[in-house]
Nanobody
Framework: QVQLVESGGGLVQAGGSLRLSCAASGRTSSTYPMGWFRQAPGKEREFVIAISWSGDSIFYADSVKGRFTISKDNAKNTVYLQMNSLKPEDTAIYYC?????????????????WGQGTQVTVSS
């Protein structure tokens, strides 16, 4: 079992930046591909960005390309989401997820473990 805990959410003005962290604990002897998803009020959870086990493959949602980046520190069992040039439409609860295997994926059902989420609010 793997436990994921997100942190770093908050309120930021449009154009600003935030960095989210996701710390993994439990059965982390094997590193996992990791992803970030988000869910805005009244909407379904959507894919944001994901990184492969080795870190050499990253998938982006079109809406965040050029603005968001993902990185992982396997030694610390932590993945980071750097969000720049934030827009009000980025407002959502952001969830960290991990999946067994080596490759990143973009669908919620392909992930095995989820964090509790952290709120990101971007004011206009």
């Amino acid at each position: 079992q793997v436990q994921l805990v997100e942190s770093g959410g908050g309120l930021v003005q449009a154009g600003g930046s935030l960095r989210l962290s996701c710390a993994a604990s439990g059965r982390t002897s094997s590193t996992y591909p990791m992803g970030w998803f988000r869910q805005a009020p009244g909407k379904e959870r959507e894919f944001v960005i994901a990184i492969s086990w080795s870190g050499d493959s990253i998938f982006y949602a079109d809406s965040v390309k050029g603005r968001f980046t993902i990185s992982k520190d396997n030694a610390k069992n932590t993945v980071y989401l750097q969000m720049n040039s934030l827009k009000p439409e980025d407002t959502a609860i952001y969830y960290c997820a991990a999946r067994r295997g080596r490759q990143a994926r973009t669908q919620t059902y392909e992930y095995d473990y989820w964090g509790q989420g952290t709120q990101v609010t971007v004011s206009s």
